[in-house]
């Protein structure tokens, strides 16, 4: 009998049946991690086996309240109304950073991001961050299309431009500190949604190479000339057809400690089907790369069926675990993603957290994922 086999058959085989094991884990891709950042990281691989972070995008930052926005207020979050607790992933984002502007492309001012971001650190939770930026070739917005990323690779007319978005961006990442001053490890979720095609890093608008060369040339700046080491680095598809797809355009492991992919909701039955082939092929990907799979965004805008959260989403997160799952803004009262009182799926949303397998933030601040071994 070959004993290695037997071993990798039995392991393989207790983490299909478990469904929660997370196989070996890969170290930070980043050698030079600041400690806070390589614990943070293997604590996420540890804790999949113990359930999915609940995450919601600007949830310090503004709200929804009968009817109108609520915006600014001290430690409130719509999640934490509802369900007792605050989410254990806070996700941010900053787009406009690059153009030096106070405020973020959906109005939050920086300086309050920079407090909030801490605040979410402080409490022991987790932090993402997203970056819609600018069309640096044309001035326009990351939604604009025109070709771009030729022109701002190294050697590029835009290059300098492109640089200089980066040097903002690294400015942030690098003010973000804890009260012992010790860097705030962050999942940084760069060119996200690029096998999609409707921003300008996207899949018609950039050939792979393209794309994988500005991937890594920005995450080499960041760490080499910006010398930051508190990045865990999420590579984050939008819909793709199957492993060849998602990996077309994949920078390398080295680049990389985070895969994941957005979807969301618009026709329930439709998207169960999607998401049960797309998490799938997400955990055989993440596993076969030893990275740590998430569910980067989903949602469900204005949440119509009230009962989205245990029978829709919760079975998928039970039978798919990936680290995190992180919704979207609570933007306006029509373009909404997670609930808020009297939205018709909070009662549901409430099951839905105090299902043992998903994880707010009240459960995972005792892990203390930043200072203490899982
Ligand atoms: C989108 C929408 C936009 C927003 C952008 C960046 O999905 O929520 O309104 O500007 O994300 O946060």
Redesign the pocket.
Known sequence: MNFRKLTLGLALAATTLAGRAHAQAAPSSDPAATPETKLLLANLHRLVSKGTMFGH??ALAYGISQGQMWKGDANRADVKTVSGSYPAVFGW?L?HIELDSAR???GVPFDRMRGYIKQGYEQGAVITI?W?LNNPHDGKTAWDTTRTVPYILPGGADHAKYVSYLDRVATFLGSLKGSKGEAIPVIFRPFHEHTGSWFWWGKKECTPEEFKTLWQFSVNYLRKDKKLHNLIIAYSAADFKDEADYLERYPGDAYVDVMGFDDYCNNVPKFRQEMERKLAALLTISQAHHKLPALTEFGYESLPDPTWWTGTMLPLLEKYPVSYALT??N?DPK?YFAPFPGQPSAANFKQFTQNGKILLEKQIAPLHLYTKTL
């Open positions: 995008q600007d984002e787009g973020n492309l959906d997203s819609h979207w803004r933007g373009h």
